[in-house]
C-alpha cells in the first residue's frame, strides 16, 4: 500500500468521527500546547491511535489525539501532539497529519511550538510569529517517493509563511497587548538542548529561535499551497539550562495569549 492509499483510509476515518464536519483551518500542537484546545468547542475526540497508518506520539505534552473543534463560525481540527526526528519518526512520518490535512482540503495550517531564545532581544514568555525558517536537522521531508498529491516534486519554499496570515497575527497580539517578534525558527534534531558554542553558530546563521519541530510540517504544507502561521512561545533562553518539565510549565502560561492570536486569525 503506497503513502496516497494509507492517507485515504486515515482520511476516511476521520470524515466518519463527526459526519458532515468540514473543517477550514488545522492547527497542530507543541510541546505543553494540549491545553489549547480548551479555548474552543470540542465536538469530537478521535485518538491517534484509533486512526489507521497515523504515529503515536511519545513525548510528555503530547496527548495524540485530532480534537474536532469549533470557534464561531468555523470548524477546526486540531492535531493535538507531534511527531520529531528524536522520537525516531522518519519525515514522512512527520509530515503525516499535513498530508492528511491537505487530503480533508483544509486551506490554512497553523503550526504552534515551544522554542529556545536566540535573539538576545526576546525574553522568556515572549510569542514569536514565524517569518522564515532555517532546516538545519540534515532531513529533507520531500525525498523519496512522489505523487502528485503531494504538489510540485521541486516546491518552491521561498514564502512559506503566509504574509496575510502573519500580518494578522501581529494585529491581533496589539489588539489584545501582547507581546510579539517576527523572527527566524532554526530547526534542529534534539533531543539534546543548545550548547553556548552552538548558539553563537546558530545566530551567525541567522536563526531568532530555536526547536526541534516546524520545518518539515511548514515545508510540507507550503508543496500542496497551504497558508501557513507559525507561532512560537519562547520558553527558555538558548543555551542556557533546560528542562522538558519547566518547557512545559512555560508554555502552558502562554497558551490564553496564542489562542486569542489564533481565533482571531480564523476569522
Do not use: W
Amino acid at each position: 500500500m503506497n503513502t496516497l492509499q494509507k492517507i485515504a483510509r486515515s482520511k476516511k476515518i476521520i470524515e466518519k468521527t463527526v459526519l458532515g464536519f468540514k473543517p477550514e483551518a488545522a492547527i497542530i500542537t507543541g510541546s505543553g500546547f494540549s491545553g489549547i484546545k480548551n479555548k474552543f468547542t470540542v465536538v469530537k475526540t478521535l485518538p491517534y491511535s484509533k486512526i489507521p497508518f497515523f504515529p503515536k506520539t511519545t513525548v510528555a505534552g503530547h496527548p495524540g489525539e485530532i480534537n474536532f473543534c469549533s470557534y464561531k463560525s468555523k470548524n477546526v481540527l486540531i492535531f493535538n501532539g507531534r511527531f520529531h526526528l528524536y522520537e525516531g519518526f522518519k519525515p514522512e512520518e512527520i509530515i503525516y497529519p499535513v498530508r492528511v490535512a491537505k487530503a480533508l482540503e483544509i486551506k490554512s495550517l497553523i503550526i504552534t511550538c515551544a522554542v529556545g531564545g536566540l535573539n538576545k532581544k526576546y525574553k522568556t514568555g515572549d510569542i514569536v510569529i514565524i517569518k522564515d525558517q532555517i532546516n538545519f536537522t540534515g532531513e529533507n521531508p520531500f525525498c523519496g517517493a512522489h505523487f502528485d498529491g503531494f504538489g510540485e516534486r521541486f516546491p518552491d519554499v521561498s514564502a512559506i509563511y503566509d504574509k496575510d496570515l502573519r500580518k494578522k497575527a501581529l494585529s491581533s497580539a496589539k489588539k489584545f497587548k501582547i507581546r510579539v517578534h517576527e523572527g527566524v525558527y532554526l530547526g534542529v534534531t534534539g533531543s539534546a538542548y543548545e550548547t553556548p558554542a552552538e548558539v553563537k553558530a546558530y545566530v551567525k546563521l541567522g536563526g531568532d529561535i530555536i526547536g526541534m519541530s516546524v520545518v518539515f510540517e511548514a515545508a510540507a504544507a507550503a508543496q500542496t499551497h497551504m497558508k501557513v502561521l507559525g507561532l512560537s512561545s519562547v520558553s527558555d533562553a538558548a543555551g542556557t539550562s533546560a528542562k522538558h518539565d519547566e518547557v512545559l510549565k512555560s508554555v502552558d502560561e502562554n497558551v490564553n495569549d496564542i489562542a486569542k492570536i489564533v481565533q482571531e486569525c480564523l476569522l
